[in-house]
């Protein structure tokens, strides 16, 4: 919900920028201090662009560089305090775009990470959960070696009464080999 309203803010501020922009025009012609230094500036990037345009054309660089007049000088002025001040406006809402956007990439990742340790340590739980199971086979196997054949059904002669034949009786294998297992541990 947030990302369509910061997209719309910033298309808003974009959009309010140009009469601004087109305000800071007319009113630097108005004031004197304010006309003077945006006069300077002016002369300042003229005589730049020029000595520039010169050097790429090849031309002679050490002549002198005639001013603009005033008024050329504030139109100019104007126009650059405008589109300073739409780009300025423009970087800070791309700069504000890419630190938004990088930490939502960093709360993702860092969630990828906690899910991540997250299997690693439920991966080790089975890892450690299959070596006791192992164990236990591994005990359960030797146990019945160790009675042979016949250690895996046992029989029981019940004793009766003198002179009477004492009959055999099955005792399940599993229930005697679980009790001695949780008796060994």
């Known amino acids: 919900m947030i990302l369509p309203v910061v997209k719309l803010g910033t298309l808003a501020l974009k959009t309010a920028c140009k009469p601004i922009a087109s305000r ?23 005589r730049f662009t020029t000595n520039m345009q010169r050097r790429i054309y ?33 970087g800070a809402a791309v700069i504000f775009e890419v630190q938004r956007s990088s930490r939502s990439e960093a709360r993702k990742e860092e969630q990828r990470k906690q899910e991540l340790e997250a299997m690693k340590q439920k991966d080790e739980d089975l890892a450690r959960e299959v070596e ?12 019945a070696r160790g009675r042979g054949l016949a250690g895996l059904f046992h029989t029981r002669h019940t ?11 099955l005792i399940i294998p599993g229930a005697k080999l679980e009790s001695e297992f949780q008796r060994k541990n």
């Open 159 to 169: 004793h009766g009464a003198e002179g009477v034949k004492a009959k055999p009786s």
């Open 132 to 143: 006791l199971l192992k164990q236990k086979i591994e005990d359960l196997e030797q146990l």
């Open 24 to 46: 800071l025009k007319k009113e630097a012609g108005l004031h004197p201090r304010f006309r003077q230094l945006i006069i300077n500036i002016a002369q300042a990037n003229h």
């Open 58 to 90: 090849g031309r002679a660089t050490d002549v002198a560089i005639r001013p603009m007049d005033e008024e050329k000088a504030v139109q100019a002025a104007a126009d650059l305090l405008g589109e300073l001040f739409v780009f300025t406006v423009a």
